[in-house]
């Protein structure tokens, strides 16, 4: 293995090639779909070489699951927590329905989508994430609702590993398989009933 | 266009084929996985021709499509029903189960996940599975819902387009990722959440 030392100006030239890289990744990846974003494609729209791109990543999801950590910046971060005014429910649809507006951007759901198809398809990818971005944000989650819990605000022995994928569950599914409109509306009911359960009270 | 007049033999002849055809594709997705499923080992498997698939069949994901069809015989079809005891928690549960156990199943596991990353990425075929097999399994689900919310066991206003994702939503989610075990235990409390709510009653 060979190092080669850096000074200040080469790390902060190679610090933004690095962000030109990921931010072509995103906009190509929200222009043209995942299925015709090439290393090509992301080397010409940043001004770098391909062989610059593939020296720091294996593969175009690699890229892009680099490119989602750098916009979701704080989102992995284990210290970030959720909004807490004390009012569950209205804090859970806030959160929700920014994560509404988020999806509805195609910028930043395209990217996320073909991310999603690809750890389905790449194992080592999908611990990479889960690692990385899905685990820390669930912890953050179960924080939120450990607090509401020892509140009062939740049933104390409901299962709060159940409740993650019941608040935030709907929502990803209905985005990821495109299956209706994601809005406000949905983003409140889905909050509600899960908090209410579907029987009557 | 051509078309040519079968004897009875001939149509029985292509009915045994194509059913070894759907055969052979579910038994190689579950060896080999999806990535390494093709349409000349699903031939070699069957006894048949590369070209007789391809007659039938544009990709591989339409082979695995209808091989899911024939497996699920019954399930895309408008006049089945869930189960009816009158006790919609118990029935829930049995009908939660039985997927568990079939999500654990990799003949039967490893098809439906190929063809749930095909679907997201080809969406002719997503508009085929919604149409064909999503959508008649959703309208079966929300019957069963409905007569427990006329016989008072559902809250009058609980929105069952939500219900229904916050029901089974869970256990496909952490199935398509690969998060977890899929217990029996996972699916009952998955149905307790979701008819009790999360607050205390």
Chains 1, 2 share one sequence.
Not at 26 to 38: K, M
Not at 90 to 118: F, G
């Amino acid at each position: 293995m060979t190092t080669r030392r850096r000074t200040p100006d080469a790390t902060r030239r190679s610090q933004a090639t690095r962000r030109a890289i990921l931010t072509a990744a995103l906009e190509l990846a929200g222009e043209v779909g995942y299925e015709r974003l090439t290393i090509e494609g992301i080397a010409a729209r940043a001004g770098a070489g391909k062989q610059t791109i593939y020296r720091w990543w294996p593969s175009k999801g690699a890229v892009l699951f680099d490119a989602l950590l750098m916009l979701s910046e704080g989102q992995g971060d284990e210290s970030a927590e959720l909004p807490d005014t004390g009012d569950l429910e209205a804090d859970l649809k806030t959160v929700l329905r920014a994560t509404v507006d988020e999806l509805n951007d195609p910028r930043r759901s395209e990217p996320m989508r073909a991310l999603a198809v690809e750890t389905l398809l790449d194992p080592a990818l999908a611990a990479d994430f889960a690692e990385r971005l899905d685990e820390p944000v669930r912890q953050i989650k179960l924080r939120r609702l450990r607090r509401a819990q020892q509140a009062g605000q939740l049933a104390p022995d409901a299962d709060l590993d159940v409740a993650v994928d019941m608040i935030w569950g709907p929502l990803e599914r209905r985005w990821l398989h495109r299956r209706g409109p994601l809005t406000a509306g949905f983003a409140d009911a889905v909050v509600e009933t899960a908090l209410d359960g579907l029987r009557p009270r």
